[in-house]
């Protein structure tokens, strides 16, 4: 590749760590949904072969919007990382071979938007960030809201609901259910490679800065010599 395309390996290598770190973060909230499931019905299950006469409600509403909206911000990642890497791959096949000449106006594209694609990054995983911090905080001091009543519609008391889940290993704490936790924590794996896709991605931009600006001819108010690009 042109010197004109810096640090080509090491972004498309960060941007596909990005995709696969992310992704794990997408089928995290699928295998929660989808564990979520069995556990309730599981211990609807197990209640009625009690016959006492009761219905169970398990409401994990709170921990599965935050899951969802957590990968959201991981297609929102894999979505900048696929761009970038398009970019990249473009200039890869159209094989730019840039001279070393004061006139030189028409780098590859792929530098041109360095900038717009480090502030891409820094949003997606800014909003990574907040979102894995929620999900991660709310399994670890939340728990879901069981409530259980009879057929006649009366309530069954709240200590009565926890003796009966405790006696049925249920528990309605969020930490003690391995799916969400992993839900909690994969997101945390896009975020890091997002991180470094980042930092990589602003060294490429500061480098491609450097060289434009050393180029003889290039004046400091010009398009490509002032660093905008």
């Given amino acids: 590749?042109?010197?004109?395309?810096?640090?080509?390996?090491?972004?498309?290598?960060?941007?596909?760590?990005?995709?696969?770190?992310?992704?794990?973060?997408?089928?995290?909230?699928?295998?929660?949904?989808?564990?979520?499931?069995?556990?309730?019905?599981?211990?609807?299950?197990?209640?009625?072969?009690?016959?006492?006469?009761?219905?169970?409600?398990?409401?994990?509403?709170?921990?599965?919007?935050?899951?969802?909206?957590?990968g959201i911000a991981q297609l929102g990642l894999i979505l900048v990382a696929v761009l970038d890497i398009f970019l990249l791959l473009l200039d890869a096949r159209k094989r730019h071979a840039v001279p070393n000449a004061p006139h030189v106006r028409n780098p590859p594209f792929s530098s041109r938007t360095l900038v717009l694609q480090v502030l891409g990054l820094v949003g997606a995983t800014i909003f990574?960030?907040?979102?894995?911090?929620?999900?991660?905080?709310?399994?670890?001091?939340?728990?879901?809201?069981?409530?259980?009543?009879?057929?006649?519609?009366?309530?069954?008391?709240?200590a009565l609901v926890a003796s009966l889940s405790s006696k049925l290993g249920i528990s309605p704490t969020y930490k003690s259910h391995g799916y969400l936790i992993f839900l909690a924590a994969a997101p945390w794996i896009g975020v890091f490679f997002g991180l470094i896709a980042t930092i990589i991605?602003?060294?490429?931009?500061?480098?491609?800065?450097?060289?434009?600006?050393?180029?003889?001819?290039?004046?400091?108010?010009?398009?490509?010599?002032?660093?905008?690009y």
């Fill in 201 to 228: 991605t602003f060294s490429a931009w500061r480098r491609y800065r450097a060289l434009r600006n050393s180029e003889p001819g290039v004046e400091s108010g010009s398009t490509y010599g002032n660093g905008k």
């Fill in 128 to 158: 990574a960030i907040a979102t894995a911090a929620v999900t991660t905080d709310f399994v670890a001091h939340r728990s879901a809201k069981v409530t259980s009543t009879f057929a006649n519609g009366t309530v069954v008391p709240a």
């Fill in 1 to 70: 590749m042109s010197r004109y395309v810096p640090l080509f390996a090491a972004r498309l290598l960060s941007l596909l760590l990005v995709i696969v770190g992310a992704g794990i973060g997408v089928a995290s909230a699928f295998h929660a949904k989808n564990e979520s499931a069995k556990t309730k019905g599981g211990a609807q299950a197990a209640v009625a072969t009690l016959n006492l006469g009761v219905t169970v409600s398990i409401n994990t509403n709170d921990v599965y919007l935050a899951g969802e909206v957590a």
